[in-house]
């Protein structure tokens, strides 16, 4: 029972881990992609931008060009309607002018959205990128698949790497008092019917022990 319940832990991890991946993947298309290059004789990160930037970088092109496009058209109507005379003309130029303004207003609505989705879009690169070190650095970590420590603890994922040390996420891969529950079972001298009720209700425990009462703890291995 401890096996199969160890065994679940690191199906939960692996399963953990492959989701983070699974994440970053779908996420790296449209935030952008995180890459290791050469500067002069250091190796730094490069970031390249996904296409959600391209596009809102492409709106904001035809923003300006619309802008400037009525800004010209602002130019034209100065120099119009100081020589006009009829009414009438003064009329549909006057229309033109009001249509203007509304125009270039809902461009600055529009622009103001697409910065406020930039900023957003920022902020998830910072996180983004920051995962994407992480999982690099747990690829390339001692514990770069999840392992069982001291035949009590299951690595779930490695939290953060620093010049010293690795600091990973853990749980206890055995509740204590689900283990002497089971222990008692077992020594009993019962019926059938008894032993398979009493083993439904182990499984029972054991499952509420992985969902609800898992035990999560920091650990720091050192990395020398």
């Known amino acids: 029972m401890r096996d199969s319940l160890r065994d679940a832990m690191l199906q939960l991890a692996t399963h953990e881990r492959a989701a983070a991946r699974t994440r970053v993947h779908?996420?790296?298309h449209t935030i952008g992609q995180l890459s290791v290059g050469r500067?002069?004789?250091?190796?730094?990160?490069?970031w390249k931008e996904g296409k959600a930037f391209h596009e809102i970088e492409c709106r904001l092109a035809a923003i300006n060009t619309k802008r400037d496009e009525l800004r010209q058209q602002k130019k034209t109507f100065d120099q119009t309607v100081k020589s006009l005379?009829?009414?009438?003309?003064l009329n549909y130029w006057a229309i033109q002018e009001e249509m203007r303004k509304a125009t270039l207003e809902n461009l600055k609505k529009e622009e103001k959205?697409?910065?406020?989705?930039?900023?957003r879009l920022h902020s998830e690169k910072h996180?983004?990128?920051k995962e994407m070190r992480r999982i690099n650095d747990e690829d390339n970590s001692r514990f770069r698949k999840p392992q069982v420590l001291l035949e009590r603890f299951v690595i779930i994922s490695l939290l953060g790497r620093g010049g010293f040390s690795e600091v990973y996420k853990v749980s206890q891969s055995i509740n204590q008092s689900i283990n002497q529950s089971i222990n008692q079972s077992i020594n009993q001298s019962i019926n059938q019917s008894i032993n398979q009720s009493i083993n439904q209700s182990i499984n029972q425990s054991i499952n509420q022990s992985i969902n609800q009462s898992m035990l999560m703890r920091m650990m720091i291995v050192t990395t020398s």
């Open 26 to 28: 779908e996420e790296s």
């Open 39 to 46: 500067v002069g004789a250091q190796m730094v990160d490069i």
């Open 85 to 89: 005379k009829d009414e009438a003309q």
């Open 113 to 119: 959205e697409l910065r406020d989705e930039l900023a």
């Open 127 to 129: 996180v983004l990128a």
